[in-house]
């Protein structure tokens, strides 16, 4: 297995095992700190995230950047964050299994170093990964499950859905959303 997490992102870098290494502009691998308790998991890179090889840099990111902030905490200091899938699939199709297949390796070895307490599992791609028998984000969001290395693992919306639903009302997605991650401080602060 790979020693540290600048091993991985080396192999990522040079990384050929899919077709997305054709059309990547960036290997996106991860942003913030390797020691933190809470790592978010997204879907894949976008447009902005290739150009930029950095995770959730576009609108949605903006988003959650925020989100993070109410509860105050900060993407530099707090959260490590990557996705599912290192490359952007072109016009950002979902990923395809065999691409999730090609890139799971990377994944299983960043979280096997970060060994986090708690992991959010950011849209359907990564409940996917983690929870194949779980279709629905919104049957299981704010739940929390048995995650790798004892971690808590909770699914959470996706900043592009909360983006496309705007009301802030009582049961709205952005209503859910606060009231996850207001859980997820509670329980980071015990951890
Ligand atoms: N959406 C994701 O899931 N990940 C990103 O890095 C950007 C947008």
């Not at 929390?144 to 004892?150: A, L, R, V």
Request: proline share 6%; hydrophobic share 35%; glycine share 4%.
């Amino acid at each position: 297995m790979y020693e540290n997490l600048e091993l991985i992102k080396q192999k990522c870098l040079n990384c050929t095992k899919c077709n997305l290494c054709k059309t990547r502009t960036n290997v996106v691998f991860s942003s913030g700190i390797a020691n933190s308790k809470l790592v978010l998991i997204g879907e894949a890179p976008g447009y902005w995230e290739d150009i930029k090889a950095e995770p959730f840099v576009g609108r949605a990111g903006q988003l959650l950047d925020k989100i993070f902030e109410c509860v105050d905490f900060s993407r530099k200091k707090d959260i490590y964050i990557c996705n599912t899938i290192k490359c952007r699939p072109p016009n950002n199709r979902d990923p395809l299994d065999e691409e999730k297949e090609a890139c799971r390796e990377f994944l299983d070895a960043q979280l096997e170093i970060l060994k986090p307490k708690i992991i959010l599992i950011c849209g359907k791609v990564a409940l996917k990964t983690f929870l194949p028998n779980e279709k629905s984000i919104t049957r299981v969001r704010g739940k929390w499950f048995d995650g790798p290395y004892n971690s808590k693992m909770m699914p959470i919306f996706h900043p592009s859905y909360l983006l496309r639903n705007d009301s802030r009302q009582k049961g709205s997605p952005k209503w859910l959303m606060w009231q996850d991650i207001k859980e997820v401080r509670r329980m980071y602060d015990s951890l």
